[in-house]
Nanobody, 125 residues
Framework: QVQLAESGGGLAQAGGSLRLSCAAS????????MGWFRQAPGKAREFVVG????????DYADSVKGRFTISRNYDKNTVYLQMNSLKPEDTAVYHC??????????????????WGQGTQVTVSS
């Protein structure tokens, strides 16, 4: 089993920044890819960003491109999501996900094997 633990959510003003972390633990075997998804109230969960095993392939949703940056620390099995220039529409529960398959990043929920509980991000206008 693999466990994912997100942290770093909270309240920010529009134009502000937050940094999310997602630490993976348990039976982790490389290669693996990771991603972030978010779900706003009353909406379906949507893809935010995915990163492949090497970190060379990063795919951002258009809505966050240029504002969010994903990075990973292999020693700590952790990925980070730096969110800048936040907008009220970024308000959502953010979930990290891990894919133990090919190590290729994906935009599809069904490609991910494990999910974190989520961390709330609220952006006020």
């Amino acid at each position: 089993q693999v466990q994912l633990a997100e942290s770093g959510g909270g309240l920010a003003q529009a134009g502000g920044s937050l940094r999310l972390s997602c630490a993976a633990s348990g039976r982790i075997s490389s290669p693996y890819a990771m991603g972030w998804f978010r779900q706003a109230p009353g909406k379906a969960r949507e893809f935010v960003v995915g990163i492949n095993w090497s970190g060379a392939d990063i795919d951002y949703a258009d809505s966050v491109k240029g504002r969010f940056t994903i990075s990973r620390n292999y020693d700590k099995n952790t990925v980070y999501l730096q969110m800048n220039s936040l907008k009220p529409e970024d308000t959502a529960v953010y979930h990290c996900a891990l894919d133990l398959g090919t190590g290729r990043s994906s935009r599809h929920e069904y490609d991910y094997d494990y999910w974190g509980q989520g961390t709330q991000v609220t952006v006020s206008s």
